[in-house]
Nanobody, 124 residues
Framework: QLQLVESGGGLVQPGGSLRVSCAAS????????IGWFRQVPGREREALAC????????HYIDSVKGRFTISRDSGKSTVYLQMYGLKPEDTAVYYC?????????????????WGQGTQVTVSS
């Protein structure tokens, strides 16, 4: 069973950058598509970006295009979400999720495995 652990969250000032990580164990990342999501209390979880298991397909929601970048280090079995130009409205718990299917999708129900989340707070 794929296990995912997020890390790298924290407090950052508006306009700053942060990279959150998703470490995978149990299976090779080359078998799993990975998605990044976030959730604010009282709201539904929002998809942000995804990468196919081959690494050659990525998708982003419009609001993070050009600001967020998903990438993968297969040697470290880790997927990253690099975030630039952070805004207070980016404050949320950030989750990664995995599924053993081709391609990648930007909706929650497509994913089988989830991490526990890491808090990102954007505030001065």
């Amino acid at each position: 069973q794929l296990q995912l652990v997020e890390s790298g969250g924290g407090l950052v000032q508006p306009g700053g950058s942060l990279r959150v990580s998703c470490a995978a164990s149990g299976f090779s990342l080359s078998q799993y598509a990975i998605g990044w999501f976030r959730q604010v209390p009282g709201r539904e979880r929002e998809a942000l970006a995804c990468m196919s298991r081959s690494g050659d397909t990525t998708h982003y929601i419009d609001s993070v295009k050009g600001r967020f970048t998903i990438s993968r280090d297969s040697g470290k079995s880790t997927v990253y979400l690099q975030m630039y130009g952070l805004k207070p409205e980016d404050t949320a718990v950030y989750y990664c999720a995995g599924v053993r299917l081709p391609g990648c999708r930007l909706y929650e129900s497509w994913y089988w495995y989830w991490g526990q989340g890491t808090q990102v707070t954007v505030s001065s």
